[in-house]
C-alpha cells in the first residue's frame, strides 16, 4: 500500500527573511480628501458590517503596504479588505506591520486606489500587479476624473485578469459600493461608500450614534407627547367632573334631586 504524501500548505512553508524589508517609510503621501476617504471606508466596515455571512471575520487596512513577494517592491493600497483572517494579537513585530501574504496565507479579496493625480498607475501597473496577486476585487474612485470621464471602476479578476463590471456590487462579498453626496469629518463631497443589497450606506460609527441620538430623542418626544396627552385626557375628565357637581349643586337648589 501506497503512503499518502500531504502537499505542504502554506503555513508549512518556511517564512522567508524580512529583515531587509522597509514596512514604513514616514513620507506624507496623500492630501486631505484621500485621507478622509480611507477612514471612511475603513471605519463603516468595523462599524456597520458583520462581515459577508456566517459569521466570517475581516480586516481592513488604510494605507498599508501589501507584500507580495520577499524581493519585490509591495503595492500600497489606499484601502485593503481581507476576508476570513484576523488582525495579529500583537502588531508591533516586523512581521506583523503590513500585510505580508505569507503571514496571512491569502491575497485580500478587495483593494481600492483613490486617484489623487496621473501619476499613479492606477490602471497601468497596479492594475495588473493586483490582478497578478490574486486581488478579486480592484476597485479606482477617480472624484476629480484625473484619469478620464468616469469617476468609478470596479474590476472583477477573472482567471488571471480584470474585467470591469457594469454594477458595483461585489458579489462574493455580499456588499456593494455607491457615490454619496454628503459631509463627512467637516468636508462637503462626493464620497465612496459601502452600501447593502438596498443601497443604504453603512453607518460609521458617529453616524450609528447621531441616528441612536436621533432615535433616543424621537422615542423622548413621543413620550413627552403621550404624556401631555394623558395629562390633557386628566384634565378634560376632572373638568367633566366638576361640570357635573355643578350642575347636582344647582338642581338642588331648585329643590330636585337628581337620580344617581
Keep these: 500500500m501506497t503512503e499518502a504524501v ?21 513620507k506624507p503621501v496623500d492630501n486631505l480628501f484621500s485621507e478622509r476617504q ?22 481592513a487596512m488604510a494605507n498599508v503596504g501589501l507584500f507580495f513577494a520577499p524581493h519585490e517592491d509591495p503595492v500600497v493600497p489606499d484601502v485593503l479588505v481581507s476576508l476570513d483572517v484576523r488582525p495579529p494579537a500583537d502588531i508591533w513585530p516586523k512581521h506583523h506591520r503590513s500585510y505580508f501574504i505569507w503571514e496571512y496565507g491569502k491575497p ?19 492594475l495588473h500587479t493586483y490582478a497578478r496577486i490574486g486581488v478579486a476585487y480592484y476597485i ?6 484625473q484619469l478620464g470621464n468616469k ?49 443604504q450606506v453603512l453607518l460609521t460609527g458617529e453616524e450609528a450614534a447621531q441616528r441612536e441620538r436621533q432615535r433616543a430623542e424621537q422615542e423622548r418626544q413621543r413620550a413627552e407627547q403621550e404624556r401631555q396627552r394623558a395629562e390633557q385626557e386628566r384634565q378634560r375628565a376632572e373638568q367633566e367632573q366638576q361640570r357635573a357637581e355643578r350642575l347636582v349643586a344647582q338642581l338642588r337648589a331648585l329643590g330636585i334631586e337628581p337620580e344617581v
Excluded at 486617484?115 to 501597473?125: A, C, Y
Aim: proline share 5%; with cysteine.
Design 108 to 126: 485580500p479579496e478587495v483593494a481600492i486606489e483613490i486617484v489623487s493625480n496621473r501619476k499613479g498607475g492606477e490602471l497601468g501597473h497596479k
Design 151 to 199: 469617476v468609478l471602476r470596479v474590476y472583477e479578476r477573472r482567471r488571471t485578469t480584470y474585467v470591469e463590471m457594469a454594477e458595483y456590487w461585489l458579489g462574493d462579498m455580499n456588499i456593494g459600493l455607491t457615490l454619496w453626496d454628503g459631509e463627512f469629518e467637516g468636508v462637503q463631497a462626493t464620497w465612496l461608500r459601502w452600501c447593502d443589497d438596498d443601497g
Design 38 to 59: 480611507m477612514h471612511l471606508l475603513t471605519n463603516s466596515l468595523y462599524a456597520s458590517w458583520s462581515g459577508p455571512g456566517e459569521e466570517r471575520s475581516f480586516v
Design 6 to 26: 500531504l502537499e505542504p500548505t502554506i503555513w508549512d512553508v518556511p517564512k522567508p527573511d524580512i529583515s531587509h524589508i522597509i514596512t514604513e517609510d514616514d
Design 140 to 145: 479606482v474612485y477617480d472624484p476629480d476624473e
